[in-house]
C-alpha cells in the first residue's frame, strides 16, 4: 500500500533524523503496524549513504559469554569509517515468543569492539567499552540487533 507506506516513511523520519531510545520503544511497542520495521531500514539506508564502511573490509568480531553461540557481531571499515552490525541467532531460544528487546537473556555474553565510544545507530544509545569489551545487554537493550558506529 503506497499511501500507507508513505504515511510511515513520513512518520519516523524525524526519528531517523535523531534516534532516541525512547522513542525507538515506542515503535517497537506497535511493531505489528510495520513502522518499526520502515524506520531500521530507513535508518541502515541512511547509514550507508553515508558511511564508506559498507563497501569495506569484513571483519568477524569475538563473542564470548554464556550466550556467546547465539549472536553473530562483525565489522565492516573502510579507511576511518567502520561499522559493527550486531544480530542475534536463535532468539526464540533465548525468550518467550515477542519478548523484546531480549537484553535480559544475554547474561555475560559480550562482543570484543577495541577502545573507542560507539553510538547506536538504530536507537542513538552512547556506549563506552570496558577493556575493549561490549556487554551484549547494553548493546540490545532496545531492540534485538544493532548497528554501531564510532563517535
Do not use: C
Not at 570496558?130 to 548493546?139: F, S, Y
Request: no cysteine; net charge neutral; aromatic share 6%.
Amino acid at each position: 500500500d503506497y499511501d500507507q507506506m508513505a504515511a510511515f516513511t513520513s512518520s519516523v523520519e524525524k526519528i531517523v533524523e535523531q534516534p532516541d531510545a525512547a522513542s525507538v520503544s515506542r515503535l517497537r511497542e506497535t511493531w505489528r503496524d510495520g513502522r518499526l520495521k520502515q524506520y531500521v531500514l530507513m535508518a541502515l539506508l541512511r547509514t550507508r549513504g553515508r558511511n564508506k564502511a559498507f563497501t569495506g573490509a569484513y571483519e568477524p568480531i569475538e563473542v564470548t559469554g554464556e550466550r556467546a553461540e547465539h549472536v553473530l557481531a562483525f565489522r565492516r571499515h573502510r579507511g576511518a569509517d567502520s561499522v559493527i552490525a550486531v544480530v542475534p541467532r536463535w532468539p526464540a531460544r533465548l525468550a518467550p515468543a515477542h519478548e523484546w528487546p531480549l537484553a535480559a537473556a544475554w547474561g555475560d555474553t559480550m562482543i570484543e569492539v577495541g577502545d573507542g565510544a560507539l553510538r547506536s545507530v538504530l536507537d542513538g544509545t552512547p556506549l563506552v567499552p570496558e577493556r575493549g569489551r561490549l556487554r551484549l545487554a547494553d548493546v540490545l537493550s532496545v531492540l534485538p540487533v544493532a548497528l554501531l558506529e564510532g563517535v
